[in-house]
């Protein structure tokens, strides 16, 4: 036996054992708990020990949409994410067993927190998750210890003309909601979400618009989603109230737009600045769910915020 061969051979043992020695990467688990009578689907990661993080999501998104991120700083964050009622995994009562507002799943999220054992943690929001985690934070001021925003509007400076439409459908719900309703379930409109006015049509995957047609048009979806549409309405005029919240906890805060957004425009990211003067602001090239295209960017960004906090 040569030299070199047998110093490779005594020392695989120890090579071994240092390739064992790895720190495993975090696993995600997937849980559904009981809330006010609701099944709530959540999914979760990181050591329970670890600084919280409140992944509160999107339209026609769930949790899911927050899967590579949570894989990405898991091993950093407790971070837990649930599906609201109608999305996701959790139940979809029908709008005549469950009142389907902003309000209410505000406060089904609260208890959803006092549930699962989640006492203080960031709050990061997307679409539909800033008016869900401005209104728990209000409710929770205690709670909360610093919040992201991506693409997550509380400023009209950030209505794209999309909502337009919207508007009309607030002020005469009969005469629009049929059209509304079919344009909202639509495969056109579900990928125009994604997509908005980015050049780069490529980098998108279509299975995330696939998918989310496929939720929409579950029997009994199309009412939920437009009476979420309709109460819509309610977190526009609650927005001073929220800015000034903003103004006077003056939370370390973080602002991720996505400059392609057709709904929230880049003008509601820098709206933030006249609340927030110290508010971190960055401004990606993606669309309205950014992570889409920039999840490495994200990532990034939110790990280096937080661990300044």
């Known amino acids: 036996m040569t030299l070199s061969k047998f110093f490779v051979l005594s020392m695989l043992p ?15 688990s997937y849980h559904q708990v009981i809330v006010d009578g609701v099944n709530i689907a959540y999914r979760e ?6 600084p919280a993080i409140l992944l509160l999501h ?12 949570m894989r990405r700083l898991g091993d950093r964050f407790h971070m837990i994410a649930p599906d609201y009622p109608g999305f996701g995994n959790s139940d979809a009562p029908t709008p005549e067993q469950f009142v389907y507002t902003f309000d209410h799943y505000a406060t089904l999220i609260g208890h959803f927190t006092d549930v699962v054992g989640l006492k203080r943690y960031v709050l990061f929001m997307q679409d539909y ?21 991506q693409n997550g509007n509380v400023y009209a400076d950030g209505l794209g003309k999309v909502w337009e439409t919207r508007k009309a459908y607030w002020a005469d719900r009969n005469a629009y909601e049929a059209r509304l309703q079919a344009a909202h379930l639509s495969m056109e409109v579900t990928r125009q979400r994604h997509i908005g006015s980015d050049p780069d049509v490529g980098a998108y995957n279509p299975d995330l618009w696939q998918d989310e ?3 929409l048009n579950r029997p009994g979806e199309g009412p939920i989603q437009m009476a979420l549409i309709y109460d819509y309405r309610t977190n526009l005029d609650a927005y001073p109230a929220w800015q000034k919240w903003l103004r006077e906890h003056r939370l370390p805060t973080l602002v991720i737009w996505g400059k392609h957004d057709l709904a929230f425009t880049v003008e509601g990211a820098q709206a933030f600045r006249r609340d927030l003067p110290d508010a971190e602001i960055d401004i990606l090239d993606g669309g309205h769910f950014v992570m889409d295209t920039r999840l490495d960017e994200v990532a990034s960004l939110t ?4 661990d300044r906090q």
């Open 129 to 149: 998750g800033a008016p869900v985690g401005m209104r728990l934070a209000i409710a929770r001021p205690g709670a909360v210890t610093a919040m992201v925003f």
């Open 45 to 50: 990661i990181g050591d329970v020990n670890a």
């Open 213 to 215: 047609v496929a939720f």
């Open 303 to 306: 790990c280096t915020f937080l």
């Open 14 to 28: 120890l090579m071994l054992a240092l390739g064992t020695a790895r720190a495993e990467p975090p696993r995600m």
């Open 58 to 69: 999107g339209v026609p998104s769930s949790s899911r949409m927050y899967d590579g991120l």
